[in-house]
């Protein structure tokens, strides 16, 4: 940990896909699609391991292992992804629950992602979701990408913040270090090993639940 004590945090910074939503299975079968669009196979669970770093990542090892152009495989993905409905990419057991507590706490929830506006509605509408967030940056907003702490910083000026009271949720280690990068709490999601120092770690949301209860100050 950064400190020794826990500050009153009073806002969430959540990433979208793998952490508010389980979209890992979505993604995965748009990229097999796509790769079988070209000609290829691949192992799901070494397309996984791609994503689960970056989808930039993914998608140049993807063309690499193809010997296509990036843009091939980008375009394709995205079609096949698009394609996808909210049904199939759930928010995980207790997020809502997560940002109801906040919200009702006199909390704020806000998201910066990577992906596209409409992708990020589709999914807050798609779960009645839209009403617990504040506001959001995506990848419409002209900031780079994580691990850069630039969206994150800029999102805390827009709202006035105080980044050592903000805790961001994410389930990469690029996400994570954008967090502590802008000053702020950080608490990765999921069984993943991070090799990176971190406040507070989670494996359900159950667990960040319990954790709002006793330590959130909105």
Not at 34 to 45: H, K
Request: with cysteine; hydrophobic share 45%; proline share 6%.
């Amino acid at each position: 940990m950064r400190r020794e004590r826990w500050p009153l945090v009073n806002s969430l910074i959540w990433d979208a896909g793998g952490t508010l939503f389980d979209t890992y299975p979505a993604v995965v079968e748009a990229a097999l699609v796509a790769v079988a669009q070209l000609g290829g196979r691949a192992d799901p669970g070494w397309v996984l391991s791609l994503f689960r770093q970056s989808t930039v990542h993914a998608v140049a090892s993807l063309a690499r292992s193809l010997a296509v152009d990036q843009t091939e495989i980008a375009t394709r993905f995205e079609a096949a992804y698009d394609a996808v409905g909210a049904a199939e990419q759930p928010p995980f057991p207790y997020v809502r629950d997560c940002c109801r507590f906040v919200a009702e706490a006199g909390g704020r929830n806000y998201i910066v992602t990577h992906r596209d506006l409409a992708s990020l509605e589709r999914l807050l509408d798609g779960h009645r979701m839209r009403g617990y967030f504040a506001d959001w940056i995506t990848k419409a907003d002209p900031f780079p990408r994580k691990p850069d702490s630039a969206s994150l910083t800029a999102l805390a000026k827009r709202h006035e913040l105080d980044p050592a009271r903000c805790l961001a949720i994410a389930d990469r280690d690029l996400d994570v270090v954008a967090g502590d990068r802008a000053g702020m709490w950080t608490c990765p999601y999921g069984a993943a090993e991070h090799t990176i120092p971190v406040n507070l770690r989670i494996t359900g949301f159950d667990h960040l639940l319990d954790w709002l209860r006793r330590n959130f100050h909105g």
